[in-house]
């Protein structure tokens, strides 16, 4: 048995997890410092890690408001 609303709390956790992951990569790769002093890999990954975050918050806004739909109201 699963309880939606529990699902749809935990997944709005994880959501805000993620945002704040991508602000994080964001701030990371629009700081010129950052790109003209790391290691081309450094920046690499941090692009590679930025592109994960924002293809897994796609899915986790779907999968909640798909989840969100089944919920009844009260």
Known sequence: YL???EEVAR?????GKT????EGAEKA????????RA???KVEEKRSQ????Q???TKLVATRDELAALTPAD
């Open 3 to 5: 309880d939606l609303r």
């Open 11 to 15: 997944i709005e956790k994880q959501i």
């Open 19 to 22: 945002e704040k992951e991508i």
């Open 29 to 36: 790769l629009s700081n010129e410092n950052f790109i003209a």
């Open 39 to 41: 290691p081309a890999d």
């Open 50 to 53: 930025l592109a994960v975050a």
């Open 55 to 57: 293809e897994r918050l």
